[in-house]
């Protein structure tokens, strides 16, 4: 299994930019599609963009299509999120999440979040605030 730490949180005003990365432990990291999801409080987390293993293929959720890009370097062991053009409903803990139960990158972003399986693997989150 992998363990994942994300980094690059911060506050950013409205139309600013911030990159997110999180960094895999484990040799296995490249068997894995990565995710990101983002939740804010009293609400159920949200898919927000998706890679497969390769980096062939990527999802997102229509509200950050042409803003954010996923983006994975599998010699590193990380997987990236660059957000452009943040708005203050982007605000939220962003998660990343490990995912070799999914047959692809659509079912990534379909699936319940609380699920709980074996290879379905989140990090602890980063706190992105965007002020307008």
């Known amino acids: 299994q992998v363990q994942l730490v994300e980094s690059g949180g911060g506050l950013v005003q409205a139309g600013g930019s911030l990159r997110l990365s999180c960094a895999a432990s484990g040799r296995t990291f490249n068997s894995y599609a990565m995710a990101w999801f983002r939740q804010v409080p009293g609400k159920e987390r949200e898919f927000v963009a998706a890679?497969?293993?390769?980096?062939?293929?990527?999802y997102y959720v229509d509200s950050v299509k042409g803003r954010f890009t996923i983006s994975r370097d599998n010699a590193k062991n990380t997987v990236y999120l660059q957000m452009n053009s943040l708005k203050p409903e982007d605000t939220a803990v962003y998660y990343c999440?490990?995912?070799?139960?999914?047959?692809?990158?659509?079912?990534?972003?379909?699936?319940?979040?609380?699920?709980?399986?074996?290879?379905?693997?989140w990090g602890q989150g980063t706190q992105v605030t965007v002020s307008s």
């Open positions: 890679i497969s293993w390769s980096g062939g293929s990527t």
């Open positions: 999440n490990a995912d070799s139960e999914s047959p692809n990158v659509v079912a990534i972003a379909t699936k319940d979040p609380g699920r709980g399986y074996e290879y379905d693997i």
